[in-house]
C-alpha cells in the first residue's frame, strides 16, 4: 500500500495547561460546541460552559440524572439538551429534551447562576414508545424553526420540527431497519444535508448507510449501502458528504451512493472534518495504542499524527481541534500558518509539496469567495 508521508502542519496549543476544569465533578458523557465556547454535559445532570482555553464559566443543573445529548446552536444562543428527570408517574417516561436560552439569566438574586430553560418536551409519547436513544442531531432551518433527529436502538428515528420554543411543532417518524436485533439496527449516527430547496437526513447503523428525502410526503428513503459503522464514527465533510469510519477504511458517500473511500486501517474511535481535513482517532488491536491522524486528503499526506491516551470526546472551535481524554485531560491542537510549513517543506527540499500545498490552499479560497 502507498505509504503517505508525515509531516507537522500542527502543533500543540497551551501544552500542559490543557484540561478539563475541576469545577466539571461529573463525568463528562456528552458536549458541543459553538459561538466561541464548548458546552458539557455530565453524568450527574449538570452542564458546564467552557471558554477559550477551557476556562470555566459557569455550571447548572439540566436535568435531575443524567445529561445524554447536547447540542449548542449556532444562529441563536440556544443550548438543546436530552436527558434524564424524576419519574412523575410510571406511565411517563423520565427522558426529557430541553431548550435553554443562554443569553437569559435566572434573575439575580437567585441561588444559582442558570439559563432560562423556555421549553421542555417529552421524548417519548404513546405514538412514539419508548426505545434506547444512540444518536442526536439538531439542523436549523429559517429562524425560529428546528428539526431534531433522535436515532433509537431499535432502527427507528423519531423528528421534532417546528418553533420548539413555543411548541408549534409536527413529530414524525423514519424508520431504517427493521431488524429485532438491537446491536446490528441502532442507528450509530446521523447527518443533514441541505442542497437548496433539497433536506436530506443520512442515516447509519452498524449494517446500512440509508438517505432520507425530507422534502417528499412521507419521506421517501434509499439504501446507500450494505455496510454501516459504530457510534462516534460518522462525520459530514463541508462538501456534505457523509463519512464513515470502519476497521478497513474510510467510505464517503453522497447521495446518490458511495464515492470515494479511503483504505486507512484500525478501529475508528472518532471521525471528524475540520477546514478540508479528515480527523481520526485509531485504535491499534496489536498495541492497544490509539493515534490521532489529521489526514490531507487532497495531497495525500498525513498533516499530523500523535499517540494519545483515551479519547472520549472530539471538537473544533476558536480555530483549533480539542481532544478531550477519559482522565479529564485534554489536547487543544492548532494549524501552523501556510509560511511555517513552506519553510518546513523547503528545509527538506519538498518544493513539489510545497508547490501542490500552495495550490490547494489558493483553489480552496477561490472556491469558498
Known sequence: MYQWRKFEFF????????????????????CSSGRGKIVVGCDDGTVGLLDRGLKFNYGFQAHSSSVLFLQQLKQRNFLVTVGEDEQISPQLSPMCLKVFDLDKMQPE????????????????TNQFPEAKITSFIVLEEAPPILL????????????????IARERITRFKLQVDNISDKSQSSITGLGFRVDGQALQLFAVTPISVSLFSLQNQPPRR??????????????????????????????????????????FEGEKKFLGWFRG?????????????????????????IAHSLV????????????????????????????KDMESKLDMLFKKNLYSV?????????ADAAATA
Open 222 to 263: 434509499q439504501t446507500l449501502d450494505q455496510i454501516g459503522c459504530n457510534v462516534n464514527s460518522v462525520t459530514m465533510s463541508d462538501r456534505l458528504e457523509f463519512i464513515i469510519g470502519r476497521p478497513e477504511a474510510v467510505y464517503f458517500y453522497e447521495v446518490d451512493g458511495r464515492g470515494p473511500c479511503w483504505a
Open 354 to 362: 510545497a508547490i501542490n500545498l500552495v495550490q490547494t490552499q489558493q
Open 308 to 335: 494519545v491516551k483515551e479519547v472520549s470526546h472530539m471538537l473544533c472551535e476558536w480555530g483549533n481541534i480539542i481532544l478531550l481524554m477519559t482522565d479529564k485531560s485534554a489536547l487543544c491542537i492548532g494549524e
Open 277 to 301: 481535513y479528515l480527523l481520526c482517532v485509531i485504535a491499534d488491536q496489536r498495541n492497544g495504542k490509539n493515534t490521532f491522524n489529521i489526514y490531507d486528503l487532497k495531497n495525500r499526506l
Open 109 to 124: 438574586g437567585s441561588s444559582t447562576t442558570s439559563p432560562d430553560c423556555i421549553q421542555i418536551l417529552r421524548i417519548f
Open 148 to 163: 431534531i433527529a433522535i436515532g433509537l436502538d431499535n432502527g427507528c428515528i423519531y423528528c421534532i420540527k417546528g418553533d
Open 11 to 30: 502543533e500543540e496549543k497551551l501544552a500542559g495547561k490543557c484540561t478539563i476544569p475541576e469545577e466539571i465533578t461529573g463525568k463528562v458523557s456528552c
